[in-house]
């Protein structure tokens, strides 16, 4: 079976001399990175559009050694439970004809029914097409490739899906290739906010082993922007499960390394499509390099959460923020806020899990320490003056293997058995001199459990850090 090009014309040149010259204009010349790549994100829309963009991307694997190009790409044309593979056969474009890589795809199919054998769900498909006359035109060899679509939005599936490709391509010189697009069809200025926040999510997630606070972030991205956009990344679907095939094997990190939306080609700003490219990379030396707040991005937040009370009193009701300027401000977070009134506590609401966006956590539970904290009255506010304001942000949960990994004075712990559980803030360390005191009382005196359960193989712990400041 050959997958004829279908796009051919339209994306990309249809004549071979023309194409060739066309990827060799996008492609750079780029210094090795320093860092292991086992996955690449690419955009797939017209080359006039996104060909810079993806040859950014592709520009950073021209000196790797691979065998297969393992696609996660977004489906467009028809809904798919699962994976759809192309189990056997071709992919043609004017650059010539590449192989499916059959034997993997066999074992995918007798691995998991997650996957299945669905070529009708690629033959009108561009989302895979698009990239191969890149592959073609920088590789050095003969390759093969893995072809699946894919955009279910159940979470299981795809950490499934994931898990099994790693698995089989884990002795196996093969690179993964994520095809997606960004936002589709805001504002320049929005699809710029929402993309940088998408990104900047995927990398947290990445950080943390955990793709679910990606899937979150874009449901927060888009509940915030739903009258603007139809989706935020066309490709969710393929992004997660091919992060999540990226961690097994090896990755820790994902790095941004061009951003840019139509508009900025077309002079239209008033409906784009957002493009982004980056590497899953092994990061060992920076793991806990996540919020990256300056000095003024957290004079802001402070700001606004003594805004939000005032403007509480002002109006009794909570304010409500668009999507800010700043990434980060826009990402799921989890966060306490402390209210301190001449030195004392007057009030402190929080959350252990991110639920809403950073900025839109702050002015919440600014207003709830203010006057949803029942151990104290309501704030008045003459009293407003008199307080001061603390916000600690807590970075996503990693979840560690042995309790050997737990930090001293650094980390905070959450301990998971059964349905007991139970969290010491790093602030606790103070008053205790040992790890295994400091987890003995977590667990007898907080969590509920026998005080050495913290040493069972069955209880799960998670550590995590707090970045907190205050005003002066």
């Known amino acids: 079976m050959i997958k004829k090009a279908t796009v051919a014309g339209r994306f990309y040149p249809k004549e071979s001399l023309e194409l060739k010259d066309n990827v060799i204009s996008y492609l750079r010349k780029t210094g090795p990175l320093k860092n292991k790549v086992y996955g690449l994100l690419v955009p797939h829309a017209g080359y006039v559009y996104s060909g810079a963009i993806a040859g950014e991307g592709f520009s950073h694997i021209k000196e790797m050694d691979f065998d297969t190009i393992v ?6 044309t028809m809904h798919i439970d699962g994976v759809a593979l192309m189990k056997e056969g071709f992919f043609e474009t004017p650059l010539g004809q590449v ?10 199919l007798k691995k998991s029914k997650v996957f299945e054998n669905i070529p009708e769900a690629h033959q009108s498909e561009h989302s895979i097409e698009v990239q191969l006359p890149f592959l073609q035109v920088l590789s050095k060899k003969k390759f093969k490739i893995v072809p699946m679509v894919l955009n279910t939005k159940n979470i299981k599936t795809l950490y499934e899906a994931g898990k099994a490709v790693a698995d089989v ?5 093969a690179l993964i290739c994520i095809s997606s ?5 805001p504002t320049g200025d929005t699809a710029t906010k929402t993309d940088l926040t998408i990104m900047k999510a995927l990398r947290m997630a990445v950080k943390s082993g955990d793709l679910s606070y990606f899937d979150l972030a874009n449901k927060l991205v888009l509940s915030k922007a739903r009258y603007e956009m139809d989706t935020s990344a066309c490709g969710e679907s393929a992004i997660i499960a091919g992060a999540v095939a990226c961690m097994e094997l090896g990755a820790d990190d994902f790095k941004l390394l061009r951003y840019m939306h139509s508009g900025k080609i077309s002079g239209d700003e008033s409906n784009v499509v ?5 590497v899953f990379i092994e990061n060992k030396d920076k793991p806990d390099e996540i919020w990256q707040l ?4 957290k004079e802001h937040l402070l700001h606004y959460a003594r805004q939000s009370i005032a403007y509480y009193h002002k109006n009794k009701k909570e304010m409500v923020m668009p999507l800010s300027d700043v990434p980060q401000f826009n990402v799921p977070a989890a966060v306490f806020v402390t209210l301190t009134e001449k030195g004392q506590l007057r009030g402190c609401i929080g959350t252990m899990e991110p639920r809403t966006t950073l900025l839109d956590a702050i002015i919440n539970f600014a207003t709830s320490a203010a006057f949803e904290d029942h151990r104290f009255p309501p704030l008045t506010e003459e009293e407003l003056k008199d ?14 293997e042995s309790y050997k990994d737990v930090q001293k004075d650094k980390h905070g712990v959450l301990i998971k058995k059964g349905r007991s559980s139970g969290t010491y803030l790093p602030q606790v360390w103070e008053h205790f001199k040992s790890r295994d005191k400091f987890l003995s009382s977590l667990c007898g005196e907080k969590a509920g459990l026998p005080v050495l359960a913290w040493k069972e193989k069955s209880t799960d712990i998670y550590v995590y850090t707090v970045d907190s400041f205050k005003e002066k």
């Open 71 to 76: 696609f996660f790409a977004a489906a467009h």
């Open 181 to 185: 697009d960004l936002s589709h069809y």
């Open 294 to 297: 300056t000095e003024d991005d």
């Open 387 to 400: 307080i001061k304001i603390e916000i600690s942000i807590l970075s996503p949960m990693i979840k560690i």
């Open 274 to 278: 957002g493009y982004g490219t980056g």
């Open 169 to 173: 391509i884990k002795d196996k010189k």
């Open 99 to 108: 192989e499916i890589d059959s034997k993997i795809t066999k074992e995918l």
